[in-house]
């Protein structure tokens, strides 16, 4: 009886912690509930997790949800994808690529991968390829290669490191997006192109390559270890 308190009043003091002023006092308590897991737990990590400002502690929060059990974790994240606050979808899409647990699939919508916000959009896509089903994964990367273009020089990066995630099945959607008549669009497909076939390559120095094919007219790499002729 008295360990059952301890550990109940344990939990209670490491749950007031993560509302501290403190990000260091947040990452120990994060830390602490990590290490030793309590499904009582789960819902005021989500819940800190919508609203905590510091990225480190946030990582944290994650990591202490994976370690507790799928069955709990899972249903709670899925129910996050649906709030209003862009930092809650966004953090629940890290937390469900780092759990791993494809159930959770069916939850990356298409309005996730082409969530306004920029960060729940990049969240989205590094969670769908990670949790993709083999036989889903050409049309996953259709649905990216629609992104193609969009954003700035770190969106960008994001979609096409997650479009060489999907390895070959990204190749037929980038292959066909490297011929758009919109220049912005055929040069990210064509860097990304690249980035598969040569993974070291400099992905600014892909695009920048890949502006002067377009400028110059050409059709750019068709694939990984293929040249356009």
């Given at each position: 009886m008295a360990m059952a308190k301890q550990q109940v009043t344990e939990v209670t003091r490491a749950l007031g912690a993560l509302e501290d002023d403190s990000a260091s006092v947040r990452l120990r308590a994060a830390l602490a509930i990590g290490t030793t897991p309590d499904p009582?737990?789960?819902?005021?990590?989500?819940?800190?997790?919508?609203?905590?400002?510091a990225f480190l502690v946030r990582d944290?929060?994650?990591?202490?949800?994976?370690?507790?059990?799928?069955?709990v974790t899972v249903p709670r994240l899925l129910g996050e994808l649906r709030a209003e606050r862009a930092q809650a979808r966004s953090q629940a899409l890290h937390t469900l690529s780092k759990i791993g647990d494809r159930q959770a699939w069916p939850?990356?919508?298409p309005a996730l991968l082409s969530d306004a916000d920029e960060e729940v959009a990049r969240s989205a896509w590094r969670a769908a390829v990670v949790l993709v089903p083999e036989e889903e994964k050409d049309g996953l990367a259709a649905r990216l290669a629609?992104?193609?273009?969009?954003?700035?020089?770190q969106t960008q990066l994001s979609l096409s490191r997650a479009l060489v995630a999907l390895g070959e099945?990204?190749?037929?959607?980038?292959?066909?997006a490297a011929t758009d008549a919109e220049p912005r669009v055929g040069a990210h497909a064509m860097a990304t192109l690249r980035l598969l076939r040569d993974p070291d390559a400099g992905f600014e120095s892909a695009i920048e390559e890949a502006k002067r094919v377009v400028a110059l007219g050409g059709s750019g790499p068709q694939g990984p270890g293929r040249e356009g002729h």
């Amino acid at each position: 009886m008295a360990m059952a308190k301890q550990q109940v009043t344990e939990v209670t003091r490491a749950l007031g912690a993560l509302e501290d002023d403190s990000a260091s006092v947040r990452l120990r308590a994060a830390l602490a509930i990590g290490t030793t897991p309590d499904p009582r737990c789960v819902d005021k990590l989500v819940e800190r997790c919508a609203v905590e400002p510091a990225f480190l502690v946030r990582d944290m929060l994650t990591w202490a949800l994976t370690r507790h059990p799928v069955s709990v974790t899972v249903p709670r994240l899925l129910g996050e994808l649906r709030a209003e606050r862009a930092q809650a979808r966004s953090q629940a899409l890290h937390t469900l690529s780092k759990i791993g647990d494809r159930q959770a699939w069916p939850a990356i919508t298409p309005a996730l991968l082409s969530d306004a916000d920029e960060e729940v959009a990049r969240s989205a896509w590094r969670a769908a390829v990670v949790l993709v089903p083999e036989e889903e994964k050409d049309g996953l990367a259709a649905r990216l290669a629609t992104r193609l273009g969009r954003g700035g020089q770190q969106t960008q990066l994001s979609l096409s490191r997650a479009l060489v995630a999907l390895g070959e099945a990204g190749v037929p959607a980038l292959a066909s997006a490297a011929t758009d008549a919109e220049p912005r669009v055929g040069a990210h497909a064509m860097a990304t192109l690249r980035l598969l076939r040569d993974p070291d390559a400099g992905f600014e120095s892909a695009i920048e390559e890949a502006k002067r094919v377009v400028a110059l007219g050409g059709s750019g790499p068709q694939g990984p270890g293929r040249e356009g002729h």
